[in-house]
Structure formats: C-alpha cells, structure tokens
C-alpha cells in the first residue's frame, strides 16, 4: 500500500489555504492509502519562540486535524515531538545535506529577502523535514506548491545519503500537488498566507467570516454588466467548493450580469460555512474533552514510534554509530 505522509506546523490558525493545499488530500487519501499525518511543532519553533503560545498552538492544530477528519484508528496521526528519534536522523542527514542546496531553497531565501536574520534553525529546516519524510520511507507527500522545493531536497539528500553507504536504505519520496488548488488566492488575490495576513480560517465564527469575505478585493463593475470569472477571487475560492455542474452554473451567473459581487460573496460564504459545518461540531465537542486528543496522539506517537525506532537503528548501524 502507498505510504502518504505529511506533516504541517502549528504556527497559526488553519486558513483554507491549508485546507486544500495538503489536509484534505491527506483525508481522502486515508480511503485508499497508509496515511501518516503529523503536527510538525518542532518546525514551528523557528518561528514561534513563545513556549506557551507554541503549547496552545499545538493543542489547537491537533483538534483541527481530528476534525477535519484525519482519522486516528485509520490513520497513524502524531505530534512531531513525540518521536524524537526525527532529530537523530536531522543530524545524521546534515553530513549529506550540502550547503548550497539549502541555500537555493526558495522560502529560505524569501524570508532573508524580507529582512529577517536567518537562524541556523531556519537555514536547516529542510533537513529536519527530509528526516521526518525519510525516517517513515514515505512515497508520496502531498503538500501546496510552495512545499515542493523542500520535498525535492529530501529527495536529494535521500540520494546523497544511499551513495555514501552503498545501499538503498532511504527511500525515495514524490511530492504530490492537486492542479486545481496549487496556489488557493487570498483575500487580496495573492497566495493565501498566514504570513500576508490574507487568510480565510475554517474555524471562524460567522460573523467573522461574512466579514472576511466582505473584504475580498474585486473589480469594480456595474451590477448589471456581465463579469469575468476566469481569475476572479471569489470565482476562485467558491470553485474550491463546487463540483463541474456547480462551477458551470457559477460561470453563467457571472456572464449573464444582473448580479454583483455582493450576490457572489454570500454564496461563497454561504458555501465555506456548510463545507466546515460538521468539523466546527466536532472541533467543538473536542474542546470540551481533551482527554479524546491525548488519546488519539498517544496511539498515533506509539504507532509512529516504533516505526521510527526500527528505521533508525538501521540507519544507526548503516552509518557506524554504535
Ligand atoms: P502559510 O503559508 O499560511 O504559513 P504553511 O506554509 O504553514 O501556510 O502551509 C501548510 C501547508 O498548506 C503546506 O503544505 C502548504 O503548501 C499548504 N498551503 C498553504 N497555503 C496554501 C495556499 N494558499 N494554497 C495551497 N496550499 C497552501
Ligand atoms: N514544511 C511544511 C510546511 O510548512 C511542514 C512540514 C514539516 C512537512 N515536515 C514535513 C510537510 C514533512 C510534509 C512532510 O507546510
């Protein structure tokens, strides 16, 4: 069966963005595939450096998940660091991770474009993030666009460590990105990001998202005049949600003029609020009994635990460390 693993970091609340770019592959492909999802807290900390906020943040992602339908008896479901063998691996996979690769990967270099003073932590992330892929001998990640650059360096550093001891220990990883919602758009029409400050939350009240929607930018056209929907932001984002007979009947509305954006945006929230109804239950429910969480990582850390233990005494033992 088709290992899928990926991981996310708690380093914010849940945008739709996120949704579609890599959690809802991870849910459907529990139906057919061995699904591996983790909350990836140490990667967080190179940009959350409050212990308590971290803590909080960790909590709420593991509900997001439970919620959103990541299936803890289905699926082995954890939290990065409770498996604390992935920082052995970081280590040993640094002798293989050369300097310049790292220093090509884009959202390194983008985050020191916007001035920010790097960190080793930061410059390394990705091999922490080639171990966690490496150490579960993961086929396929499903991540958004932006992740693939990261994914290809785990492949990289895969291939580098397998020539350094002769053997084909580490398995090679794919990337998989869903076309249609590569790059998910904003409020402003850019890439929905945390860091731009554009996002959509799934777990939001309504009134919230109703004022969200509101201010998702748009061309100004007469109401009676017919619209484009080809890269229409609120097109875009109500297309998330709908299947072909549903887009083609959005496309006609836009063309045949008569309605606004105002009409648009409160079928798209409309369409956002009953998506997440069930999740935002569930996330409710678990609110109130923590204990469910603890439980659901605790199978999900012992199953991926002994997973790791075993790779990694081969690894240990491949690479002299004894
Ligand atoms: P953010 O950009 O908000 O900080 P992350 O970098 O934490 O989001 O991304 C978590 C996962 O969600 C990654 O797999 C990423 O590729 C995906 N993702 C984030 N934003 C988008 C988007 N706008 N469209 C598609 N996928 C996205
Ligand atoms: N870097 C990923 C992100 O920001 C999160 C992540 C950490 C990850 N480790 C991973 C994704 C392993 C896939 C596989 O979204």
Redo the contacts with the bound molecule.
Sequence with gaps: MVRTL?G??P??AF?I???????AQLIKAQQSEDVFAFIANYHAMTSVLDGARLADQTREAAIAFLSLGIDPSRSTFWLQSSVPEVLELYWILSQHAPIGLLERAH?YKDKVAKGLSPSHGLFSYPVLMAADILLFDADAV??????IQHVEIARDIAIKFNNAIGGELLRLPDFRVEDD??????IDGA??????GN?IEIFTDRKTLEKRIKQIVTAPIPLEAPKQWENDAVYRLCALFLDENGKAALQRRYEKGGEGHGHFKAYLTELIWEYFAAARARSEELKRDPSKVDKALAIGAEKARAIAKAKMARIRSAVGII
């Design positions: 990926s996310i970091q380093s914010g945008h963005g996120n949704y579609f770019g890599m959690i959202s499903p991540v958004g666009k932006d992740q919602v590569a790059v998910v758009p904003g890439k929905m990001s945390k860091s731009y996002t």
